[in-house]
């Protein structure tokens, strides 16, 4: 199960940390990913991470401004986000895969938490 927690509403420029809570004994067993999706648009990736946390990844959109970290110690993975504007307003989810080749798509991923939602105003 994951539940992810830190959404709210900010301005622009500002700044948020998303936390994913994993529960269960198997969490560094798999890469983590943060994907937002916004209404009436498809379900986008925004940042991952491998197993121990030693290769990153990133949208081009976030690339810079968000950074995505784990604690395999507390099964749970961040993402900080900095400089944050409006576009990236969206309901942020994080999701678990085994499948690191495919760490950038939705489709790869096993597990995903609810969501929470980030509002950015301009």
């Known amino acids: 199960q994951l539940v992810e927690s830190g959404g709210g509403l900010v301005q622009a420029g500002g700044s948020l940390r998303l936390s994913c809570a994993a529960s269960?004994?198997?969490?560094?067993?798999?890469?983590m990913g943060w994907f937002r999706q916004a209404p009436g648009k498809e379900r986008e990736f925004v940042a991952a991470?491998?197993?121990?946390?030693?290769?990153?990844y990133y949208a081009d959109s976030v690339k810079g401004r968000f950074t995505i970290s784990r604690d395999n110690a507390k099964n749970t993975v961040y993402l900080q986000m900095n400089s944050l504007k409006p576009e990236d307003t969206a309901l942020y989810y994080c999701?678990?895969?085994?499948?690191?080749?495919?760490?950038?798509?939705?489709?790869?991923?096993?597990?995903w938490g609810q969501g929470t939602q980030v509002t950015v105003s301009s």
């Open positions: 999701g678990a895969t085994m499948n690191t080749l495919l760490i950038r798509s939705p489709r790869a991923y096993d597990y």
């Open positions: 269960g004994r198997t969490f560094s067993r798999y890469a």
């Open positions: 991470l491998t197993r121990s946390g030693g290769s990153t």
